[in-house]
């Protein structure tokens, strides 16, 4: 056995220890189910845990992570997590949280091929291709890439709201927003982008679906 992998399973037992010391009931409690008032869709970069990033406890946050924070129409993990989280878990807030440094982003402002995530990250250059006249306005390429970072993560809360899901639940009268963030990986504290949509009344009207 690794040292590492002896390393994670013994801070799990001092996790719980710690926490039964404080709370005896603590993971009875968890037992019982969830009620989170959040979904989270963050980037899988490790470096980014969405608990510790809003000081949430366990229960608080529902989560679903992939490179570079997409919310892509056809991927079917991302719209169960969705759905679930919105029709049965009755979330009010949904935030799209990019970071700062996103390798994915950053592979998708070059051209070279780094395998099967190639085809992921096309859709993160579709984001490119709409801004390009602004983004290539840009002269300083780090300026450049965090805007890149700022414009996927309001593409991405677009894309959410333009879902028959939420757009289902606006018409059915439950609260809830869609919201972007970013979170700077060298201070810690995230960005509030500004991007709020609460209806279907702040999309476009051609992605206003009628029910």
Same mark, same amino acid.
């Given at each position: 056995m690794s040292d590492f992998y002896k390393k994670i399973l013994d801070g799990n037992k001092k996790w719980v220890e710690s926490k039964i010391s404080s709370d005896p009931e603590y993971f009875q409690r968890l037992s019982e189910g969830q009620s989170p008032p959040l979904l989270w869709i963050g980037c899988s970069d490790s470096r980014v845990p969405a608990n510790e990033v809003i000081g949430a406890q366990p229960g608080e946050v529902f989560v679903?992570?992939?490179i570079a924070n997409m919310v892509v129409h056809s991927d079917m993990n991302?719209?169960?997590v969705l759905d679930y989280a919105v029709n049965v878990l009755k979330v009010k807030h949904i935030i799209v949280c990019g970071h700062y440094g996103c390798g994915g982003v950053k592979a998708?402002?070059?051209n070279d091929s780094i395998g099967i995530?190639? +085809?992921w990250i096309r859709h993160i250059k579709d984001v490119y291709r709409i801004h390009h006249a602004y983004l290539d306005s840009i002269i300083d390429e780090?300026?450049?890439f965090n805007a890149f970072v700022e414009l996927n993560v309001k593409e991405q809360v677009n894309d959410l709201a333009k879902t028959s899901i939420v757009q289902g639940a606006w018409k059915n009268g439950q609260e809830l927003c869609v919201h972007g963030w970013v979170y700077g990986l060298d201070s810690g504290i995230v960005k509030d982008l500004?991007?709020?949509l609460?209806? +279907?009344n702040d999309l476009d009207t051609v992605y206003q679906l009628k029910f």
């Open positions: 679903h992570r992939n991302m719209l169960s998708a402002m070059g995530i190639d +085809n780090h300026d450049r500004n991007v709020n609460c209806s +279907n």
